[in-house]
């Protein structure tokens, strides 16, 4: 009987042994798959960190510099410019006359020089303020230059550094006032040096992922004309290609290219809106609302998709049955047109 009972105890023990085997086993597979759970949400975290705000791309670098807005003359004479084709966002918007401006941004790319440089209008400096943008531009009007300073503004002024070698120079190559080029590579030195934050955290604008950007509706749409005057012809054209799914711009029947390289300017997205303009004094100056919304294109791989815009956290977007559009991935010019006469008679889709 007691040999009995001892087996009974031998068995008992050897059971409880294997149990107590089997137990690490299931605990270090319920450990791994938290690790896998945390790694993945480092991952997906480190991912969104890493993602430049006005392209959606993604980057294994740091995306912390400050937004730079520079004010890019347009005039035929200053054609073709420098540094366009590094810009993340585009806005051409009508200065005086029929002639447009450019105010560029850039964060995810930086251009060794960018220019012509021009100067200062109210509309330019309150969107490079609403993008928490470090502004700069070329002289102003001593009116424009107190409004800068009062509401202030972090800027650059050409006229204070005109052709010091180090943040501006003029080039024999051009008259005044198309030959101020802005040396972009001291940018961020000379702001600091001014007191401005040159490092800041941007919530990232609304992108669509890859296969969501391959199934993007609309109507075709391979040319976009943008006409900017009812009276003198001035034009603004997009052609897609195909091939590389980006929209070339042309100027006046004109490619759009880098200076010194020939390189086309290209992008991704192209965001036309309509809103009220008014000339406020003699000069031509404009008053333009940037503010309250309106009718608006969408053009993206070779479609379009009428839309409305907003203008939400300082940042101007499509917006649809009150949601916001997605943008693909990649650069975006937004071309702001008159209401008077209208989107619908200022700009010409069509599928050539």
């Known amino acids: 009987m007691r040999k009995i009972f001892t087996c009974m105890c031998l068995v008992m023990l050897a059971f409880l042994a294997a149990c107590s085997d089997d137990e690490p086993d299931a605990q270090d597979n319920e ?7 945390e790694k993945e949400k480092a991952s997906e975290s480190a991912a969104e960190m890493n993602t430049f705000p006005l392209t959606g791309v993604q980057t294994d670098g740091p995306v912390n510099n400050r937004i730079v807005s520079v004010m890019v003359n347009n005039h035929p004479k200053a054609r073709p410019q420098s540094g366009l084709s590094k810009a993340d966002i585009v806005f051409e918007i009508l200065a005086e006359g029929q002639i447009t401006r450019l105010l560029a941004m850039y964060q995810s790319e930086l251009p060794e020089v960018v220019g012509p440089v021009r100067s200062a209008r109210e509309y330019y400096f309150d969107l490079a303020n609403s993008y928490d943008s470090l502004y700069i531009y070329h002289g102003a009007a001593n009116f424009v230059n107190e409004m800068i300073k009062n509401r202030g503004i972090a800027h650059l002024d050409g006229a204070v550094y005109d052709n010091d070698g180090q943040l501006f120079k003029r080039e024999s190559f051009r008259q005044a006032p198309h030959n101020s080029y802005l040396q972009f590579g001291t940018v961020y030195d000379t702001a600091e040096q001014k007191g401005y934050d040159i490092t800041k955290t941007y919530e990232p604008l609304t992108f669509a992922a890859e296969e969501e ?7 075709p749409a391979s040319t976009v004309e943008i006409d900017y005057s009812n009276r003198l012809k001035y034009t603004v054209e997009y052609i897609y290609d195909s091939s590389s799914e980006k929209y070339t711009r042309y100027s006046d029947g004109e490619k759009t290219v880098e200076l010194n390289s020939g390189e086309p300017i290209t992008t991704d997205n192209i965001l ?25 294109y969408l053009v993206q791989k070779g479609k379009v998709r009428e839309v409305q815009w907003e203008k939400r956290d300082g940042r101007i977007i499509p917006v649809q049955d009150g949601e916001p ?19 619908s008679q200022s700009v010409t889709l069509s599928n050539q």
């Open 325 to 343: 559009v997605q943008l693909v991935q990649g650069k975006t010019w937004i071309n702001v047109v008159p209401s008077n006469p209208g989107i």
């Open 31 to 37: 450990s791994k798959e938290n690790d896998v759970e």
């Open 272 to 296: 036309i809106v309509e809103t009220p303009h008014q000339v406020i004094d003699d000069a031509g100056r404009r008053s333009i609302d940037l503010t309250s919304g309106g009718n608006a």
């Open 213 to 219: 950007a391959a199934d993007i509706s609309g109507d």
